[in-house]
C-alpha cells in the first residue's frame, strides 16, 4: 500500500469517517487515492473495498457499512 510519508499535516476529509483531519493514510483505490485520519479508518475502508470490490466498485464512502 502506498502510503505518503511527506504528508504528515496535510487536512483532509477523511474517505471513512467524512471527518476533517490530519492525513495519517492514504490508499489508492482504481483512480482515487483516499486518505484516512488514521490507522483505525484505514484498515476499515480497506477491509470494506476489497470484500466488496469481489462484487462490484464503489468508492468506500457509499459502502454501506
Ligand atoms: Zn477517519
Same mark, same amino acid.
Given at each position: 500500500?502506498?502510503?505518503?510519508e511527506?504528508? *504528515? +499535516? /496535510?487536512?483532509?476529509?477523511?474517505?471513512?469517517?467524512?471527518? /476533517?483531519?490530519?492525513? @495519517?493514510y492514504?490508499?489508492s483505490?482504481? *483512480? $482515487?487515492? %483516499?486518505?484516512?485520519? *488514521? $490507522? %483505525?479508518c484505514? !484498515? !476499515?475502508?480497506? @477491509? !470494506?473495498?476489497? %470484500? @466488496? +470490490? %469481489?462484487?462490484?466498485?464503489?468508492?468506500c464512502?457509499?459502502?454501506?457499512?
Amino acid at each position: 500500500m502506498p502510503l505518503d510519508e511527506d504528508a *504528515s +499535516n /496535510v487536512q483532509i476529509l477523511c474517505a471513512w469517517c467524512q471527518k /476533517v483531519g490530519v492525513k @495519517r493514510y492514504s490508499l489508492s483505490m482504481g *483512480s $482515487e487515492l %483516499k486518505s484516512f485520519c *488514521s $490507522e %483505525k479508518c484505514f !484498515a !476499515a475502508c480497506r @477491509r !470494506a473495498y476489497f %470484500k @466488496r +470490490n %469481489k462484487v462490484q466498485s464503489l468508492p468506500c464512502h457509499q459502502l454501506d457499512i
